[in-house]
């Protein structure tokens, strides 16, 4: 099957988010942002670090976004900002995420920065033995459960993205598409069974792919009508 390509204007997509964008665990080419420069024929920069909230990334917003002038910056943050430090406490409490990403926003399009917002995945919730309770405890959490609370911080992302006219790749609902009609959620994200450890968070190089299919389908529906893709067969 020939490899779909787009003709493109971009010229610099920036991933800026955490530990997904950064691809832990996998070579860069597996990477959802390797992929997009190779479909879109642009440079990229990975600006993922792990364990990074939006609290954390206002810090070096200014250097590795707005002083590099993307033409598009991928917004990929919650997965660090959901997570509880103590009963029902959030590290970074929702209207807090909500104020982070804006400010980033506001300050991206005054530099003519395209911005693309993006949900995060479902996890393996595990128990106390193994997956995300084993190191988050699960008391903390109430009864949502860390699914719910991290569907309640990818709301917020799509208000956020609503309000102020920005692209959302909505990659929780492609998760879910994929995972009511062929897949396991376990094939996405590391296992024990794929992975040797009872990680339950950061995707495979599947998991990654579903990322890129995601954000390629988003930049291609968004950014069409301003010439920046046209579908090419090679």
């Known amino acids: 099957m020939a490899m779909e390509r787009y003709d493109s204007k971009l010229r610099?997509?920036?991933?800026?988010?955490?530990?997904?964008?950064?691809?832990?665990?996998?070579?860069?080419?597996?990477?959802?942002?390797?992929?997009?420069?190779?479909?879109?024929?642009?440079?990229?920069?990975?600006?993922?670090?792990?364990?990074?909230?939006?609290?954390?990334?206002?810090?070096r917003h200014h250097e590795e976004v707005l002083m590099n002038k993307p033409d598009l910056c991928i917004l990929q943050f919650g997965m660090n900002d959901h997570v509880m430090e103590a009963p029902n406490r959030n590290k970074v409490p929702g209207t807090n995420f909500q104020a982070n990403l804006i400010k980033m926003i506001e300050e991206q399009k005054t530099h003519h920065i395209s911005v693309l917002l993006c949900t995060i995945h479902p996890i393996i919730e595990g128990d106390t033995d193994t997956y995300y309770y084993n190191r988050h405890p699960q008391q903390w959490y109430g009864t949502k459960g860390a699914n719910q609370w991290i569907s309640e911080y990818n709301q917020l992302i799509r208000d956020i993205a609503g309000h102020y006219g920005c692209m959302v790749a909505d990659v929780e609902v492609y998760w879910k598409l994929k995972i009511a009609s062929t897949h396991r959620l376990e094939s996405?994200?590391?296992?024990?069974?794929?992975a040797g450890m009872d990680d339950g968070v950061h995707p495979t190089s599947l998991g990654q792919q579903?990322?890129?299919?995601?954000?390629?389908?988003?930049?291609?529906?968004?950014?069409?009508?301003?010439?920046?893709?046209?579908?090419?067969?090679?």
């Open 188 to 194: 996405f994200i590391r296992t024990i069974e794929n």
């Open 210 to 234: 579903l990322y890129y299919e995601c954000l390629r389908e988003t930049i291609v529906n968004g950014c069409g009508g301003e010439g920046y893709a046209a579908r090419n067969e090679e």
């Open 12 to 59: 610099l997509i920036i991933g800026f988010g955490d530990s997904i964008t950064a691809g832990v665990h996998l070579s860069p080419q597996d990477t959802y942002l390797y992929k997009l420069g190779a479909a879109f024929g642009c440079d990229t920069y990975n600006a993922g670090v792990p364990g990074q909230t939006t609290a954390d990334a206002l810090l």
